[in-house]
Every structure is written in structure tokens, then in C-alpha cells.
């Protein structure tokens, strides 16, 4: 979930939010670092209690914590049906965009692509497709 941090800078941003919150319960010491619908999941994933005070949590259980936050696996069970499909909604108006380089008109060198663009179409490709023509034109 961070692949951005190797795990030294990873445990060491562990150790600075859990000296911010060395009062807290450890459910509530992860809102810096997690969204908040998946600290239940990494919570019980790292199996510390969730009440347990952060300041008593061990070397061992922030290594376990660790562990998970950095080889966290998921399994795909099934598919979901077409109508449940996601994508992402809103965005940077097409009217506010130059189409032939995805620049925007109100900021000089600014280009935009993908998803950031209020632009939706079906799910099965569209979007994909949008979001590669759109990252290829801001390129050029």
C-alpha cells in the first residue's frame, strides 16, 4: 500500500504518527496514513487489538503492522455485474481544456489526462481508451 517507502522509511513514518498519537487507541492512530475505510481491514489484517493503546504497542506488532501496510494480498473471488461497474465521475471540465494538447486554457503548461477529466463513457475499455488518448495527446 506504500510502495513509495521502503520499509526503514515506511517504519520510521510509522514511529512519528505513533508518537503524535501515543495517547490514542490504535484504531484511532491511522488516519494520517491510511484512508479511513481501510483501517478496520489493516487493523484486523495486523491482528492488534483495535482499543490497545498506542503506546504500548510492541516493536514486533509494528513490524506485523508493517508486514501488512507493504504485502498486503488480495484475492479476486468474482466479477461483479456490469451495472455495478465504477468509474470516476466529475472532474476538469472539457470545456476548460484545449483538445488538441489536453492543455488547460486557464493554466499555461498545465496539461490534463484520464480520469481527472469529466469526461465518462462505459466501462470495458472506454475509459481506458480516454484516458490512453488523452495522456498521448498532453505528450505530444
Known sequence: MKPGLSDEELDRRIIRDFEEFHNRDF???LGKLL??????VVIEKSGISPGKKVNSITSEER????????HF???VKRLRQF???IITGGGVSVKEINPHNME????????VAG????????????NLQIAWSTAYMAAQ
Open 104 to 111: 488547460l486554457k486557464k493554466i499555461r503548461n498545465l496539461r
Open 35 to 40: 484512508p479511513r475505510l481501510l483501517i478496520p
Open 27 to 29: 484504531q484511532n492512530s
Open 115 to 126: 480520469e481527472v477529466i469529466d469526461c465518462d463513457a462505459l466501462t470495458g475499455g472506454f
Open 83 to 85: 451495472d455495478e461497474a
Open 63 to 70: 513490524r506485523k503492522l508493517l508486514n501488512v501496510l507493504k
Open 73 to 75: 494480498k488480495l484475492s
